[in-house]
C-alpha cells in the first residue's frame, strides 16, 4: 500500500534526445510527488514537484506528466544532457502519513 | 557553506563495534531525518524529529539510537554494528514537518562493516 514502484531501473539516452522515467503508486491518499535527483557521492536534491490537482507540471527542460486515475507519473528530460547523469527517485507522501516513501531509483546516462 | 553537514564522510569498522555518525544543519530547520540507502540505492526513512522530539521511528533494530541535543543537530549512534548495517546514511533536514516540505539531504556517510 505504501509502495512506489519505478522504471526502468537504468536507462541510457543520447544527447539531445528525451528521458522518460516512470513510477506507480498504490497509495490513493498520496497527494505529494516530488522527484529527487542524486548525483555520485552526493545527497539526492529535491528537482521537481507535483500535487494531482495537476496533470503536467515543467521547469525548464524536466516536466511530470501526472495520471490520477491509472495511479502514475513520470519524469520527462527534454534535451538531455551529459550533465544530466545521475540517479533520479521518484517519491509520494499524504498529509496523514509521515516520511517520504522513495522508488527505487532510476540510473540514467546520458552518452555524448 | 553547506546547509547539511555530516562526518564522517568514511566510516569503517568491525562487526560487533559501536559507532556514531553526526549531522548538523544550519539552514534552521525545524525537522530533521536519518535515511539509509543500502547498496541498490534504496532509500529509506530510519527516524525523523521536529524540535527535538522523536516523530518517526520506522522498524529499525534498536542498536540505532538517534539522538538530537537541539533543533540543529540529529546524531546517529549504531551498537554492535553487523555486517548488514553496511550503507551510506544521509541526513537530511526539512523547514517543518509537513508532508510536502521539501527535504535537503547532506553528502551521506559510508559505513563499512568488516
Known amino acids: 500500500q505504501q509502495q512506489v514502484k519505478q522504471s526502468p531501473q537504468s536507462l541510457i539516452v543520447q544527447k539531445g534526445g528525451i528521458s522518460i522515467i516512470n513510477c506507480a503508486y498504490e497509495n490513493t491518499a498520496f497527494d505529494y510527488f516530488p522527484w529527487y535527483q542524486q548525483f555520485p557521492g552526493k545527497g539526492p536534491a529535491l528537482l521537481i514537484a507535483?500535487?494531482?490537482?495537476?496533470s503536467e507540471k515543467k521547469e525548464g527542460r524536466f516536466t511530470i506528466s501526472f495520471n490520477k486515475s491509472a495511479k502514475q507519473f513520470s519524469l520527462h528530460i527534454m534535451d538531455s544532457q551529459p550533465g544530466d547523469s545521475a540517479t533520479y527517485f521518484c517519491?509520494?507522501?499524504?498529509?496523514?502519513?509521515?516520511?517520504?516513501?522513495f522508488g527505487k531509483g532510476t540510473t540514467l546516462s546520458v552518452s555524448s | 557553506d553547506t546547509a547539511v553537514s555530516q562526518t564522517p564522510k568514511y566510516l569503517v569498522t568491525q562487526m560487533g563495534n559501536d559507532k556514531s555518525i553526526k549531522c548538523e544543519q544550519n539552514?534552521?530547520?525545524?525537522?530533521m531525518y536519518w535515511y539509509k540507502q543500502d547498496s541498490k540505492k534504496f532509500l529509506k526513512i530510519m527516524f525523523s524529529y521536529n524540535n527535538k522530539e522523536l516523530i518517526i521511528n520506522e522498524t529499525v533494530p534498536n542498536r540505532f539510537s538517534p539522538k538530537s541535543p537541539d533543533k540543529a543537530h540529529l546524531n546517529l549512534h549504531i551498537n554492535s554494528l553487523e555486517l548488514g548495517d553496511s550503507a551510506v546514511y544521509f541526513c537530511?533536514?526539512?523547514?517543518?514537518?509537513?508532508?510536502?516540505?521539501?527535504?535537503?539531504f547532506g553528502n551521506g556517510t559510508r559505513l563499512t562493516v568488516t
Open positions: 517519491a509520494g507522501s499524504n498529509q496523514a502519513g509521515t516520511a517520504l516513501i
Open positions: 507535483i500535487r494531482p490537482d495537476v
Open positions: 537530511a533536514s526539512s523547514q517543518d514537518d509537513s508532508y510536502n516540505s521539501p527535504l535537503h
Open positions: 539552514l534552521g530547520h525545524d525537522t
